[in-house]
């Protein structure tokens, strides 16, 4: 999976080259932030597909991601599960794509920051 499938063209990223970079982001580029993007796309596609579609996360997926990647973040119960996965399945389709996880992250380090 590469970091961006979309065809957009912003000049001052062109020399990275987004659409082809692959899942050894970190391999090859050494700067914190390339690095954490790569964890990213690795920790998504550890658990994506195991199911079926490596492109999404169901909610069984995202809830072993969570209590593997987040061990703190007990979930109690089902139900708090599926109200999560709900939350992050933002085009209710079922599943949890990359850019849903990707808000999901973003939105919790926010959080983090504060």
């Known amino acids: 999976m590469g970091l961006c499938a979309c065809s957009i063209q912003i ?14 982001l970190g391999a090859t580029m050494t700067s914190p932030l390339c690095l954490a993007m790569g964890l990213l796309i690795d920790t998504f596609d550890k658990y994506a597909g195991k199911d ?8 069984a997926e995202l809830e072993e991601l ?4 987040m061990p703190t973040a ?5 139900h708090e599960v599926c109200e999560f996965f709900n939350s992050l399945d933002l085009n209710k389709d079922g599943v949890v794509d990359f850019k849903e996880y990707v808000i999901y992250v973003a939105a919790l380090t926010a959080i983090c920051k504060k």
């Open 11 to 24: 000049p001052l990223f062109l020399s990275l080259n987004l659409p082809n970079l692959s899942n050894s």
């Open 52 to 59: 079926g579609d490596n492109k999404t996360l169901t909610r």
């Open 74 to 78: 007990e979930c109690r119960c089902q």
């Open 66 to 69: 969570l209590h593997n990647e």
